[in-house]
C-alpha cells in the first residue's frame, strides 16, 4: 500500500506570494489532516478534512485554508506570504471513522520564505 | 484544552542501553490515546507505540514499552537496547478520542544513539 504522497517536497517563495501543497492520503482513508512544524513552535494543527468536509480547525489566521477533494486528496493554500510562515508542512491520513488517532504521516513539504 | 509537556530537549544514549524519555500530559477528558511517535533525520514521521487510557496494562512494540501512570498523567517510552536507527526526535502525543484526528504534540526529545 503507498503511503501518504505530499508534493512539493521543497519550495522556495518570497513574502506576499501564495502557495499550493499536495497531499495524497493512503488509499482508502478519507481523513487529511495537517499541521504545521517549526524549530520554536513545534507541531501544530492546522486543519483536518474528511469526505470533502472541514471537521476541525486549529488556531491560524485566514491566510491558511484547505479543501479536499472526493478522491480524499487535499490542498492546502497559504496566502500572502510572511517570513514566519517558513515550515515543514506535514500531512496525514486516517480512516477518519471511529480511529483511534493514529495518523500516517508524508514526509511533508518544505516551505522557505524569503 | 490539553497540553504535552516533554521536558528532555535532547538525550543521549550508548548502542545497546536503554533510555526513558519522559512526557506528561494535562487533560480533564476520560477517553483519550496517548502516542509516541518517532521522527528521524529528514524522514517521515511514524507511530512507535499507542497507549488507550483506559487499559491498564502497558503498551509493548518489540524494544519498545510505555509506563503510563494515568493518575500521575504520565507516560514515558523506554528504548531498550538501543540500536543506531533510534537516533531521532520522538514526540510525545494525545488525542482525544472523537476529536477528528486533531492530535496535540509535546515539543519533542532529540536522542542521539552513539557508538
Known amino acids: 500500500k503507498a503511503g501518504v504522497t505530499q508534493t512539493p517536497r521543497y519550495l522556495i517563495k518570497t513574502r506576499g506570494q501564495q502557495v499550493t501543497l499536495s497531499c495524497s492520503p493512503i488509499?482508502?482513508?478519507?481523513?487529511v489532516s495537517w499541521y504545521q512544524q517549526t524549530p520554536g513552535q513545534g507541531l501544530q494543527f492546522l486543519f483536518e478534512?474528511?469526505?470533502?468536509?472541514?471537521?476541525n480547525k486549529g488556531n491560524f489566521p485566514g491566510r491558511f485554508s484547505g479543501r479536499q477533494f472526493s478522491n480524499s486528496r487535499s490542498e492546502m493554500n497559504v496566502s500572502t506570504l510572511e517570513l514566519g510562515d517558513s515550515a515543514l508542512y506535514l500531512c496525514?491520513?486516517?480512516?477518519?471513522?471511529?480511529?483511534?488517532?493514529?495518523?500516517?504521516f508524508g514526509e511533508g513539504s518544505r516551505l522557505t520564505v524569503l | 484544552a490539553q497540553t504535552v509537556t516533554q521536558s528532555q530537549p535532547e538525550m543521549s544514549v550508548q548502542e545497546a542501553e536503554t533510555v526513558t524519555l519522559s512526557c506528561t500530559y494535562d487533560?480533564?477528558?476520560?477517553?483519550?490515546?496517548l502516542f509516541w511517535y518517532k521522527q528521524p533525520p529528514s524522514r517521515q514521521m511514524i507511530l512507535v507505540i499507542r497507549?488507550?487510557?483506559?487499559?491498564?496494562q502497558n503498551a509493548t512494540e518489540n524494544r519498545f514499552s510505555v509506563n503510563f501512570q494515568k493518575a500521575a498523567k504520565s507516560f514515558s517510552l523506554k528504548i531498550s537496547d538501543s540500536q543506531l536507527g533510534d537516533t531521532a526526535m520522538y514526540f510525545c502525543?494525545?488525542?482525544?478520542?472523537?476529536?477528528?484526528?486533531?492530535?496535540?504534540f509535546g515539543t519533542g526529545t532529540r536522542l542521539q544513539v552513539t557508538l
Open positions: 496525514a491520513s486516517s480512516s477518519g471513522q471511529g480511529s483511534s488517532g493514529e495518523l500516517f
Open positions: 488509499s482508502g482513508h478519507r481523513s
Open positions: 478534512y474528511f469526505s470533502e468536509t472541514q471537521r
Open positions: 487533560t480533564s477528558e476520560s477517553n483519550y490515546y
Open positions: 497507549q488507550e487510557a483506559y487499559k491498564q
Open positions: 502525543a494525545f488525542y482525544v478520542t472523537g476529536t477528528a484526528s486533531k492530535l496535540t
